[in-house]
């Protein structure tokens, strides 16, 4: 093993950032995230590649952009022939294991990791009936209005149970037991090296959460902080989106418990983190291991009256991430430089001593964490691009590129105005710089970096033929009904309403 480290993923699904302590939350919803960033590196301007789950997930894998890809809904697939962190590190010696959720959406399900545990709570293909969610069917994202006209999603919340908390029980215990073999394996004189990834459901929506969590929320969390726009203080896509969330008539009460479900929902999952960190050094395995906390994407809760992701706003575009690698990365420290989760498989690569992907367009972040720059530098990006051949992509087609550089956030929406945001002077993104004069030559120039190797338009017609060709693939799927090799099975009476 010599000075490889272990490492340890801790990959989440929907956290907004800004629910948790390390990044200014004051309810103690993540104690044991609280305690890793105590113990590392927490970076303040990370991002997802695009704010949807499969293709900021496969993005992640492959270093590279949804558009280069071809990912970019759902239902998009990765192809298998595309190197992964996971085939890196492999190649490097590794045993690299995936817990739970992948969101992986075709035939392969290791996309190069060597082990596949638990595996996703839906079926590995389209056309296939979904995971069962009893009567939080819909409840699970923007998936239209109940009886009452309000989204599902707020309509069914509060307290109770979802069956996505039930197979992060089952990830927890396989990452848990998993690390005590590899432990015993490392006392017994194996030092092979080990990557392991614990992917969560969790805090993704159903907002339903356990009676204990629940209560402890209940009451304490506040309204949202951030307003509405008024009417044309935004660009037309994000008006349409908040519209066909049907989010709108929601009131006070629906809100309140929604945000009292979510925050129990974070503090779930971070128990189950700090139980996984415990088996980590109950394991032995805690003194040369390299952990990371990140999630897809984050979540609105309600701010600026919208809920779930899909936009560029920071609640939505923006992740946490957390580095801690005793001895080797300072702790205690905080970096601004503007990064992506796309770097993490070429940090995990760097630790390792692995081969790097030839086509990742992924930077190491472990000079950045051991030398924190006090500035906002760096650039990335993240992309948006629906289609209608799934629900749930929207009722519309958007194309939809964002770019960070440095303090400046510039958003291009095909057929709509652009957004531009100071984020060091406004870091709410209340004062929209789109149509300022003096700053026309700084929006003309980060418009060309988004748009150089970015085409709308022949994004658009290969979105489009892709459509056509998923349609045979769902009917397919809903004919033969082809079996899945990694999904745990949710039963209806996994999921309840109190």
């Known amino acids: 093993m010599g000075d490889r480290p272990d490492i340890l993923f801790l990959f989440s699904d929907q956290h907004a950032r800004s629910v948790s302590g390390a990044y200014g939350d004051p309810l103690g919803a993540t104690p044991h995230l609280d305690a890793l960033a105590a113990q590392g590196v927490t970076f303040d301007n990370a991002y997802c590649p695009s704010p ?240 990371i906390y990140a999630s897809d994407h984050g979540e609105h809760a309600g701010e600026r009256g919208l809920w779930w992701k899909n936009t560029m706003y920071e609640e939505s575009a923006g992740v946490p991430l957390i580095l801690s690698w005793p001895g080797h990365l300072p702790e205690g420290s905080r970096c601004r430089s503007v990064c992506n989760l796309v770097d993490l498989g070429a940090t995990m690569i760097s630790a390792a001593g692995a081969p790097a992907l030839p086509r990742s367009r992924g930077r190491d972040l472990l000079p950045r964490a051991r030398a924190p720059d006090a500035g906002v530098t760096g650039e990335t990006f993240s992309e948006y691009v629906t289609d209608l051949s799934s629900p749930w992509t929207g009722k519309e087609t958007k194309c939809i590129r964002m770019i960070r550089s440095g303090r400046w956030k510039y958003v291009h929406a095909e057929g709509d105005r652009p957004m531009l945001f100071d984020l060091v002077a406004d870091p709410d993104e209340i004062d929209d710089l789109w149509d300022r004069p003096e700053h026309a030559g700084l929006r003309d120039e980060l418009k060309a970096r988004l748009l150089a190797g970015w085409n709308p338009a022949a994004i658009r017609a290969e979105v489009d033929a892709r459509c056509a060709e998923k349609e045979i693939l769902r009917e397919w799927g809903r004919r033969t009904r082809p079996p899945s090799t990694a999904q745990f099975l949710i039963e209806d009476s996994d999921n309840w309403l109190d």
């Not at 309000?150 to 998993?178: H, M, P």
């Not at 356990?210 to 949202?224: I, L, N």
């Not at 009417?231 to 037309?236: C, H, I, K, N, S």
């Open 52 to 291: 949807i789950c499969t293709p900021s997930r496969m993005s992640l894998l492959t270093g590279r952009w949804p558009h280069e890809q071809s990912c970019w809904t759902l239902d998009d697939m990765l192809a298998s022939d595309l190197p992964t962190y996971a085939h890196s590190l492999g190649a490097a010696g590794y045993r690299t294991i995936s817990v739970g959720r992948m969101h992986s959406i075709g035939p392969d399900q290791l996309h190069g990791f060597s082990e596949r545990l638990v595996g996703d709570c839906g079926p590995n293909w389209m056309g296939v009936a979904r995971q069962r969610l009893g009567p939080l069917v819909g409840a699970q994202g923007p998936s239209g209005p109940g009886p009452d006209g309000l989204a599902r999603s707020l309509a069914l919340s509060g307290r109770g149970q979802s069956g996505y908390e039930v197979v992060d029980d089952a990830t927890t215990q396989a990452a848990c037991d998993r690390l005590a073999e590899l432990g015993r394996a490392r006392q017994g004189g194996d030092d092979t090296p080990f990557c392991m990834v614990a992917g969560f459901i969790l805090p993704h929506c159903p907002f339903v959460a356990r009676a204990g969590d629940y209560d402890r929320f209940e009451g304490r969390v506040p309204a949202p902080r951030l307003p509405k726009p008024a009417p044309g203080a935004e660009p037309e896509w994000v008006t349409q989106w908040r519209a066909e969330g049907c989010t709108e008539a929601a009131d006070a009460k629906a809100v309140e418990r929604a945000r009292a479900a979510y925050w129990a929902l974070v503090h779930a999952m971070d128990v189950k983190i700090g139980k996984i960190l415990d088996a980590l050094r109950g394991a032995g395995l805690g003194e040369n291991t390299l952990i």
